[in-house]
């Protein structure tokens, strides 16, 4: 382990790792002993209260004589239910993106005249600087897409007259620039890493006004350009699902704490995108996809129960994968019965997954979704449900999609950025504190040796 961990660094670089983690161990139990919530969650998995937000609610639980009953999970848009939103415009055989954006953003549905004109003004701040795509990301490609995101987004910064000022109708401008530009950066920053360091042609194609999001994203990144009104379809309610989540999650609360402090929203929005980079936080999907490779490898008979369960016990027993013991897309910080973004999801992977001759894949992972509760509530205590969450489907999806990995987690930036600024708006107009936490010190105290004295 200790040479694994040392691997690739120098004898003097390891040795002074080895004594920075010697000084810097806490003994586990006084996070019990003093009270602390580590993840700002308590022992029962809810989160500390720690701000107010009108945005979007995310509920598991309802409280009934006194108690917490789990309850099937809900999630509401500025108070509109999820599944409704869903609902409306797929009967209307419409994308639903760039309304959800305008919903968050501005806090009510848009009537069709306001929605017509949002999308002409996402199309409108589409375009990115001249020379922008030449000078920036051509000529530094990066192996990592999410690197690549938040470099373009703080150079952007360079880009802007005014680029520092935090009045609300500039951080307006600002988001409206990004939201609509995160799908260039993320696209054209894959095309140059896969002509650099992929050895494949490159191809450039330009955005149209005419299309959706999602149109948009498919017609970047194909080089023929086509693609079919379901893989459209499926792509833009991907981006729904996707485009907010609460102000606790990991890369929102970063982008309220940044906001909170009062620097600029390139700054706020880079710090965003080094959260969800984690692989705890937006690389999950990549993760599930991974995991259903190695399964469908190892397993026989996908059809064969017992076979899969078994496999599922080894995975959490360390086993096979990634020995890390995790049964990736099941379960969430929050909901416990289900989570109804994989509950949508679900209903229009299934479509997807015949349209791609992909029908076995797909029961694969109704099995694996239907029988993971049941194995890991053998192997361990669990003081809620576990379900599968929107991780579990999404990573299926972009790869029936035929997209790259290397997209996997900005695909999840392209829709998050609306949900990051909408919260970053409400930061500012409520005009709250810096937001700073306290961390009690346990360490030793000790007297200043001067440097001749110390052994």
Known sequence: MAEQ???????????????????????PDLYTQLKVYRGLRDQDGRGVLTGLTEISDVTSFEERDGKRVPIPGRLCYRGVNIKDIVKGFISENRFGFEEVCYLLLIGNLPNEQELSDFKALLAKNRPLPNSFVRDIIMKAPSKDMMNTLARSVLTLYAFDDNPDDTSIPNVMRQSIQLIARFPLLA???????????????LYIHQPSAELSTAENILTLLRPDQKYTHLEAQILDLALVLHAEHGGGNNSTFTTRVVSSSGSDTYSAIAAALGSLKGPKHGGANIKVTQMFEDMKSNIKDWEDEEEVKQYLRDILDKKVFDKAGLIYGMGHAVYSISDPRAEVFKRFVESLSEEKGMHREFALYSNVERLAPQVIAEKRH???GVSANVDFYSGFVYSMLDLPKELYTPLFAIARIAGWSAHRMEEL???????????QHVGHFSDYVPLKDRK
Request: hydrophobic share 30%.
């Open 5 to 27: 961990l040392y691997s690739g660094v120098s004898a003097e670089v390891a040795e002074l790792t080895e004594r920075c983690i010697n000084n810097s161990r806490i003994d």
């Open 382 to 384: 669990i003081y809620k």
């Open 187 to 201: 696209v054209y920053g894959y095309q140059a890493s896969n002509y650099y360091y992929g050895g494949q042609s």
């Open 429 to 439: 107009i409520n005009a709250g504190k810096i937001i700073r936490p306290a961390y």
